[in-house]
């Protein structure tokens, strides 16, 4: 059975930083396309991060460019997103998902498995 768990979401100043961490028990993200997704209230889900298995490609949605850095340790079977410079419409519920194919443009339909959510609340 395969089982998304993310974790490290939580409250934090503007300005601040956080790092999230998505751990996969029954399935190995080195052979997936794993991104991070978030929802604002009111909001569709929209997608942060992804990269491609192989690492060789990455994609940053355009608001969080420069700001936040995706990663992964295989060793681990683990996909970071360092947070920095944080901003208040950074707030919203996080998730972690892995998909068969990495796309440039990764849309919610792209991802198979889901984690459940961690909450980032940025404070202004």
């Known amino acids: 059975q395969v089982q998304v768990v993310e974790s490290g979401g939580g409250l934090v100043q503007a300005g601040g930083s956080l790092r999230l961490s998505c751990t996969a028990s029954?399935?190995?993200?080195?052979?997936?396309?794993v991104g991070w997704f978030r929802q604002a209230p009111g909001k569709e889900r929209e997608a942060v991060s992804s990269i491609k298995w192989s690492g060789h490609a990455s994609y940053y949605a355009d608001t969080v460019k420069g700001r936040f850095t995706i990663s992964r340790d295989s060793a681990k079977n683990t996909l970071y997103l360092q947070m920095n410079s944080l901003k208040p419409e950074d707030t919203g519920i996080y998730y972690c998902a892995a998909g068969n194919l990495f796309s440039p443009d990764p849309r919610t339909t792209d991802f198979d498995y889901w984690g459940q959510g961690t909450q980032v609340t940025v404070s202004s």
């Open positions: 029954g399935l190995i993200l080195d052979d997936y396309a």
